[in-house]
């Protein structure tokens, strides 16, 4: 019977929310985004529906992101919105009497208040079991990094609300550091800088897409420009403007500068023969904010280390935390054995 008790890895993200299953990888990749009605509180929809509902939605209905800086900002929701994924996966009809055994990532330096309440979260969702995995461990296991030897190991997962920078080595953080600054915050100064410098109000979608399209963090070869549709301020009306990409990498300086300086600060701590192995292994860099263009060579200039862009930065955290379940089921069986 234990065999068919569904075990799932859950990367519950500010921005996203991946799922990863036992003998099938991610099966689902979801924005962690809910629409609800606020005359009824019902949930209206989850995940990629919701989003196409961000800044679009009439007075009864407001689309919300119940994660904040990687943890648990409205319980409720995040509960619904846990819940409606397990039935998307599980299966409805099945979730009742098959409670699937979870893992589900938290921020390296989350407290133990925040990390209960994930937990409580996805029980009272429908999980027979939950348990909570470290954010960088998770991200290097799913980078293939060879944690479980004695060397050192650094990783630098960028995700939407949170930085986790940390040192592994056998199998165990040495020493890391949270940032509650990563993707989201580099989308809100970009919509001060539209705002502050054309008179143009975006949201939250469109500041995302001109960082992915011409966002960087160190010079480009080519630099480029980007049309920007918004409200203009002075006249209230529908206005576009252009903006180069140099404008967008100057706006970005202080949340790039900010994680820069703290993976200095974790190298500082670092024990000596740590530092040591990681000039020769590099830095791996995981989570969405590592496909900002040119910030892994801008790290390198600033600690004289190389530094590499996993393979799929965006699937790390939820394939490691998949692996990692794997690894305690694993253990389980051999202490019954």
Known sequence: MLNIIPTLGVDLGTANILVYVHGKGIVLREPSVVAVSTQTRRVLAVGEEARLMLGRTPGNIVAIRPMSDGVIADYTTTRKMLEYLFRKVVGRNRLPFMKPRVLLCVPSQ????????????????????????????????????????????????????????????????????????????MDEVIIRHVRTSHNLMIGERTAEEIKVKIGSAYPLEQESRFDVKGRDMVEGLPKTVQITSEEVREALTEPVNSIVEKVKRVLEQTPPELAADIIGSGIVLTGGGALLQGLDRLLAAATGIPVYVAEDPLSCVAIGTGRALEEMNAIRKSDKN
């Open 110 to 185: 989350v407290t133990s208040v925040e990390r209960r309440a994930v937990e409580q979260a996805a029980i009272a969702a429908g999980a027979g079991d939950a348990r909570t995995i470290e954010e960088p461990m998770a991200a290097a296991i799913g980078a293939g990094m060879p944690i479980n030897r004695p060397g050192g190991n650094m990783v630098v997962d960028i995700g939407g609300g949170t930085t986790d920078v940390a040192v592994i080595s056998l199998g165990g953080i040495v020493t890391s550091e949270s940032l509650r600054v990563a993707g989201n915050r």
